[in-house]
């Protein structure tokens, strides 16, 4: 059996670029993106992620189910407010890791039509995107935002 990806970041055997942003008991909110990993990530991509290894929708209970709905909302939010988002996208995929999380997505002013897509956002040649100190420093203001 293959080890699970977001069991062994959540153990801290990696650590997300930034770090988390938010949690509660249930869920953890982080950018997308390892630290040190010299690819690039579309600035200001979160994932949600269940703390207990479970698949997928309709797997969640009620409890998970609403920390990932207030987060997801929460971090919108802030998306919206603080990264001048002015539209966010939510999915749940779960393909390649069978460990429940939502993918957030904002898109910013001046993306092109044809990329209005949570997928194909990342696509946009102009879309930007951060290495891992551009992320550290995104996920500080989305943080800073929660408190505020
Ligand atoms: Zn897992």
Redesign the pocket.
Known sequence: MQP?????K?RGDMKSAGGVIYEDEHVSVSHMGISGESQSAYLGYLIIETKR??RGLGDLTDEEASAVFVATNRMSRILRDSLQAEHVYSYVRGDA???FHMHLIPRYAGTPEPFWHPVQLAEWPDAPRGNTSQIVQVCSQLRAAMTN
């Not at 699970?4 to 062994?8: M, R, V």
């Open positions: 699970c990806f977001i069991c062994s959540q290894h479970t890791v069978p460990h």
